[in-house]
């Protein structure tokens, strides 16, 4: 094939296409995961405040927010959307006690130093089941006593993309779901 300006223009031109196709599909799966993060529900029904937002803090990547609020203790905690519980976890050094939540489009959500567990790894779970209960297990500040073993109760909630690495993975709950503005 000889090569000259037509076929150049022509390669070009397709190129273009290609790009646009591919630009648009992306904005569509991003624009589907936006939809679905507005509709998720928030984890706690009682009323909260976050205490420690999403981000960087004393030096170390905080991926997730924590939710307190008076005598949360014990309260439950709803799943925000229906998806599968990949995992639980009790006693975590960090975490304490943990449930992780798979949802559509590869989201998922952590629920961490729950008092109780209610719910079992590959479980199905419907928008808004009780997955455990509020409470301050693992590592929490300040740190409860013998006086005060409520001490340090909060909800730890992250919400993550592709997989549930804190560092890679986290998204701000903030920013993307309706439930905390
Ligand atoms: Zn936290």
């Given at each position: 094939m000889?090569?000259?300006?037509?076929?150049?223009l022509?390669?070009l031109?397709?190129?273009?296409?290609?790009?646009?196709?591919?630009?648009?599909i992306?904005?569509?799966?991003?624009?589907?995961?936006?939809?679905i993060l507005?509709?998720?529900t928030?984890?706690?029904?009682?009323?909260?405040?976050i205490?420690?937002?999403?981000?960087?803090?004393?030096?170390?990547?905080?991926a997730?927010?924590?939710?307190?609020?008076i005598?949360?203790y014990?309260?439950?905690?709803?799943?925000i959307a229906?998806?599968v519980?990949?995992r639980?976890?009790?006693?975590?050094?960090?975490?304490?006690?943990?449930?992780?939540?798979?949802h559509?489009?590869?989201?998922?959500?952590?629920?961490?130093?729950?008092?109780?567990i209610?719910?079992?790894?590959?479980q199905?779970?419907?928008l808004?089941?009780?997955i455990g209960n509020?409470g301050?297990?693992?590592?929490?500040?300040?740190?409860p006593?013998?006086?005060?073993p409520?001490?340090?109760?909060?909800?730890?909630f992250?919400l993550?993309?592709d997989?549930y690495?804190?560092?890679?993975?986290?998204?701000?709950?903030v920013?993307k779901?309706?439930?905390?503005?």
């Amino acid at each position: 094939m000889k090569i000259n300006n037509k076929t150049v223009l022509a390669i070009l031109g397709l190129i273009s296409i290609a790009t646009i196709v591919i630009a648009l599909i992306v904005f569509d799966t991003r624009s589907e995961t936006e939809n679905i993060l507005r509709e998720y529900t928030c984890p706690l029904q009682e009323d909260f405040v976050i205490t420690s937002p999403f981000g960087y803090r004393w030096g170390e990547f905080h991926a997730g927010i924590d939710l307190s609020g008076i005598e949360l203790y014990g309260s439950n905690v709803y799943a925000i959307a229906k998806g599968v519980v990949v995992r639980t976890v009790v006693d975590d050094d960090v975490w304490g006690n943990y449930v992780i939540v798979r949802h559509e489009n590869n989201l998922y959500s952590l629920y961490a130093h729950l008092s109780d567990i209610i719910v079992r790894e590959r479980q199905n779970i419907n928008l808004s089941e009780i997955i455990g209960n509020v409470g301050n297990s693992g590592s929490v500040v300040p740190r409860p006593t013998t006086e005060s073993p409520m001490r340090g109760t909060h909800l730890h909630f992250g919400l993550f993309r592709d997989g549930y690495s804190q560092n890679e993975n986290a998204i701000n709950p903030v920013l993307k779901m309706s439930c905390f503005n």
